[in-house]
């Protein structure tokens, strides 16, 4: 018979090893001697090392569970073996725990800075407001103190001062006082100030009216002002802007032609007899409707076409001669004339 541990060969009638110390339970020849040794703890060999213990199996078990050593009984092979078993911890709830109280702990972080910045801004506040009313109140104090000082230096002239002491006590009438006091004058250094020249209110108004041009020029003058006259870029496009929105397209302007007393040519005049040349169509036809001043409109009932006009056609603004015949011509609504203010 051998020991079905270590392969020592056993004594007839011996159930445990003598070697190993392994309880063999398939001797099929067991005496009273081997059941009695058989309910007795043997002594055995721990981890394959030439040394045996003679405790308890309880006892080994609490001396040695620090290294998490524990005896098993291999029901299969009948003996007990050694193994050691590692212990596994679950340490997912201490994990999540120390998340959680990291969590809250950045949480109240968070919640004090937003509440000191708070509380800072709000002093910063308080501190400048604070600032503020103390330079008012200084301020104040300091007028209110330059005032007083003037008022004093009003009160108290060197005439008044001259006056009280020069008087005489009317208890002593036979008693005359003579009193010599020295008088500064301080002079005044008066600064001429410059006229200031009123701001120019230039401007321009559009009339809707059905009139003739010395209609136009008489209610003009009526009115404060005259017809318009254009003496630059500018003039230009305030009247186009006095017109925009009236519906008005055919307007008077302020300037004629007269025909030479020879009857050769024509020329062009402001009424007010300025300068004509910014709008002289020998030097600048920018400002003119194509093939225009013509003087002459064969297809009217008045032919001759002594007066200035602006109109609004082929989608633009531009000057024409014309005759009072343009009252036949258009629609009443289109027409009338531009008055010019402070020129």
């Known amino acids: 018979m051998f020991c079905g541990k270590c392969g020592s060969k056993l004594e007839e009638g011996t159930a445990f090893c003598a070697n190993c110390g392994n309880y063999n339970k398939h001797n099929n020849q067991t005496s009273c001697s081997e059941q009695y040794a058989y309910n007795q703890k043997p002594k055995r060999y721990h981890n394959n090392q030439q040394q045996y213990y003679d405790f308890s199996e309880d006892e080994y078990i609490e001396k040695n569970y620090s290294q998490n050593i524990s005896d098993e009984i291999d029901d299969k092979n009948g003996y007990i073996t050694d193994t050691p078993v590692i212990v ?126 010395e209609e136009a020029n008489a209610r003009a003058s009526s009115n404060g002002g005259r017809l318009a006259e254009i003496h630059s870029n500018e003039d230009w496009n305030m009247i186009i802007s006095a017109l925009s929105g009236t519906g008005i397209r055919y307007a008077w302007l302020g300037g004629r032609e007269e025909l030479s007393a020879d009857k050769a040519f024509y020329s062009l005049r402001w009424e007010s007899g300025e300068d004509i040349s910014f709008i002289d169509p020998s030097r600048n036809l920018q400002y003119w409707y194509p093939g225009e001043p013509s003087n002459w409109d064969r297809n009217s009932n008045y032919p001759e076409e002594p007066y200035l006009l602006i109109w609004y056609v082929n989608d633009y603004w531009s000057m024409n001669d014309c005759s009072n015949d343009l009252l036949n011509s258009y629609k009443s609504e289109r027409i009338g004339y531009v008055i010019e203010y402070d020129w």
């Not at 949480?107 to 509440?115: P, R």
């Not at 009313?133 to 000082?149: A, P």
């Not at 008022?151 to 009193?179: H, R």
């Open 88 to 213: 596994k911890h679950n340490n997912l709830p201490i994990i999540i725990t120390l998340l959680v109280l990291l969590v809250i702990f950045a949480t109240a972080v968070i919640i004090l800075g937003l509440w000191y910045m708070n509380s800072s801004t709000e002093n910063d506040n308080e501190r400048l407001i604070g600032m503020v009313t103390t330079l008012s109140e200084e301020k104040e104090n300091s007028n209110y103190e330059d005032s007083k000082d003037d008022n004093d230096l009003i009160t108290t002239s060197p005439a008044d001062e001259m006056q009280k002491s020069t008087e005489v006590p009317t208890e002593t009438p036979t008693m005359v006082i003579t009193v010599t006091e020295k008088i500064v004058v301080t002079e005044q250094v008066i600064v001429p100030v410059e006229p200031v020249e009123p701001v120019s209110a230039h401007r321009y108004e559009a009339v809707q009216s059905v009139c003739t041009w």
